[in-house]
Every structure is written in C-alpha cells, then in structure tokens.
C-alpha cells in the first residue's frame, strides 16, 4: 500500500479530525536496524535496534510532530509559525510551512546552529530572526509572540507536536512485534522522551503491549534534568541539546518515574566516540545529539544493566550531514598521493 505519512497511517490516535487533509512530506516509517556490530563492539548481552530519526524528510524526529502541527495551524486558519530551535525544529517548520503555504519565523542562538540547519531555514524560505543568546532565550520570546499576536508556535510546547512524535513508539512496536524492554534517547527541551513514553502507554493500553524503562541522556554541559536545576549557560558540542531549562521538564520526570527509567550524563567527549562508532561499525551517520543515546547506552552497558533478556531501542534523532563540522573535527585527514598508479597503490598498503 502506498505510504502517506504519519496522520494517515495513524489518524485514529491523534487528535484531528477524520476530514483533516494532511500537510505531509511522507515522514516516518522511518528504518529500525538491528546494530550487531554495535552490540559487539560494547560487549553488550541485549539485542540493540537504532531508529534512525534522520531519515525523515528535513533530517530529524521534528517532522513528525510537524506534519500534525502544521495540519492543525492550517486547520484554524493561521497565517503565521513561529518557533525558537536549536537547528531542526526551524528546519522542519520551514519546510512544512513552504508546503502549507504558511509563513514561518525562527528565533535562533547566534553562532550555536549547525550549518546544515541554518541552510535548511534559509532555503525552505523561513524568515530567520538570530538572537545574542541561548535557546532558552528564545523560547522565552517566542512565548511572549504567542500571547500578543495570532502567529501559532510549533515549538514542543504545542501539544499536537507530541501527539505526532509519538507514532515513533508506534512504529517500533509494530516492527519488533511489542515494546522494547529499554528505550535509550537523547534529551534537550524533553518533549521527544514526553512523547515516546505518551506513545508506549497508549497503543499498550489499547494492544495490551507491555511498556519499556525509559532511559534519556543529556550533555554534562546541559544537564539541568540530571541536576535538578536550571543551567544558565549550557554548553555541549551537541548543539541539539544545548538547553538549560526544558520545557517538558515535568512531563520527563513523569516518563522517568512511571517507566522506573533513569536519566544519566554524557560528556562531549562520550558523544563524539558515539558518533563515530555508530558510523564505522553501523554505516550511519548520526548527529552528535544522537549519538548520546548510545553513549549513554554504552555507560550501562558497562555497568551491567542489561541481560541477554533485553532489547535496547536507541533513537537516532537526527542526520549527521546537517552538521559536517563536527563530525570532521579531529578526525584523521584524507591521505595524499600524486596522480600516478604506484603512488596511490603504496599508500593503500594491499597485497
Ligand atoms: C530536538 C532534538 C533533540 C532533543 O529533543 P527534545 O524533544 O528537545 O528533548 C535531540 N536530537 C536532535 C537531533 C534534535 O533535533
């Protein structure tokens, strides 16, 4: 049957209604892949998945929640998004505002947004306002927008944002056949983790499937969850959860408590070797933000949290082209030879 995205293929468990004519760029149904290598590579005893959110149409998770965002904005007649982002939130709502036919604005951190992202905003044809500040700033503003004027926000504080996040859940236990025993993902404004954990709840109540522990990692920079404060100047290489005050605080701590989860801390250091085992031992190529799903998953690993028993879902939250500069620091150069066989051959070192 030909795919049609993320409200047609689960419509009766979001809150549209039945008429609504979808905005959609076929997002989700994006691949779960068993990572064996993986596995070995940590020595872990539990099977390992990895959603790979970078699939998705703009590069990330974002466009699930965006398709029922904008289906909604345009289903009340808005004329006008808004959004504050680290990167991907404005990358997709650009994108689906183009489709929509809507305007977007995006209030982003001056010089913390990868370049990918900022292409994105810029080409799908969003009005880009940068701010001398945090992301944490900007939502703030964006707020305020949202109370004085008629533009709608698609941030995560937007509830129809969750409601299309959640068909990830969906998606993996229709796959694995039922619910993983861990999900394993990064953590920055904590509606991704809201969201899942809404998903795992509900097709259970509804399919009787069981509910996994929820296990969410965030930046040692930009851990105000871990810490049980806010953090005023959070820093982190990645750049996708470099949030000092989430917005689903409180909805994650819920998700944490009711999964008996646990919450832990990545360094940028863990993040990075993450993102480049994902790579060399999986084939995929992950943003650092992601790639604390792993990181994290590999510190309890060592632990010794896991059996032989578990399967391990680890979101991939976004595409690592977006962010090319990172990846490429401290990484070994390409080697150089001259433009001749002999040359070339030498360098290869085969027999
Ligand atoms: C948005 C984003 C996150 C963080 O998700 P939250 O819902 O804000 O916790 C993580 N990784 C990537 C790539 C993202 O775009």
Not at 36 to 57: Q, S, T, V, W, Y
Not at 123 to 143: C, H, P, Q, S, T
Not at 196 to 206: I, L, M, P, T
Not at 218 to 245: F, L, S, Y
């Amino acid at each position: 049957m030909k795919y049609s995205g993320v409200i047609s293929r689960y419509r009766e468990y979001l809150p549209l209604p039945g008429d609504a004519e979808p905005i959609t760029l076929l997002e989700g149904n994006t691949p779960l892949i068993e990572a064996d290598n993986l596995r070995r590579a940590l020595g872990a005893p539990c099977k390992i998945f990895l959603k790979f959110e970078g699939a998705n149409p703009t590069g990330s998770f974002k466009d699930r929640g965006m398709t029922v965002a904008m289906t909604k904005a345009v289903l009340d007649r808005a004329e006008a998004v808004i959004c504050a982002s680290t990167g991907n939130t404005s990358a997709s709502a650009a994108a689906y505002a183009a489709k929509a036919g809507l305007n977007a604005f995006v209030v982003l951190p001056k010089g913390k947004i990868a370049v990918g992202k900022m292409a994105q905003a810029l080409i799908y044809g969003a009005k880009v306002i940068e701010i001398d500040g945090n992301f944490d700033d900007a939502l703030r503003i964006v707020r305020e927008i949202g109370e004085k004027t008629k533009v709608v926000i698609v941030n995560s504080i937007n509830p129809f944002r969750i409601e299309g996040q959640k068909t990830a859940s969906f998606e993996i236990i229709e796959t694995l056949g039922g619910a993983p025993t861990h999900h394993s993902l990064p953590v920055g404004n904590a509606g991704n983790i809201t969201a899942y954990w809404k998903g795992y709840v509900e097709w259970g109540a509804k399919h009787g499937t069981s509910l996994p522990k929820m296990l969410g990692f965030q930046a040692a920079g930009a851990a105000p969850i871990v810490r049980g404060k806010v953090v005023k100047h959070p820093e982190t290489v990645a750049t996708a959860i470099r949030i000092g005050n989430p917005a689903s605080w409180k909805q994650a701590d819920q998700a944490l408590e009711e999964s008996d989860g646990q919450i832990g801390i990545v360094t940028d250091k863990q993040i990075l070797f993450a993102q480049r085992l994902i790579a060399s031992t999986e084939g995929i190529f992950c943003e650092p933000a992601s790639a604390s799903s792993v990181a994290g998953l590999k510190k309890l690993v060592a632990k010794g949290c896991f059996t032989q028993k578990d399967t391990v879902v680890c979101t991939l939250t976004g595409n690592g082209l977006k962010d090319p500069d990172t990846a490429s620091r401290d990484i070994k150069p390409p080697l150089r030879a001259k433009p001749v066989l002999n040359d070339v051959l030498k360098l290869m070192n085969v027999k």
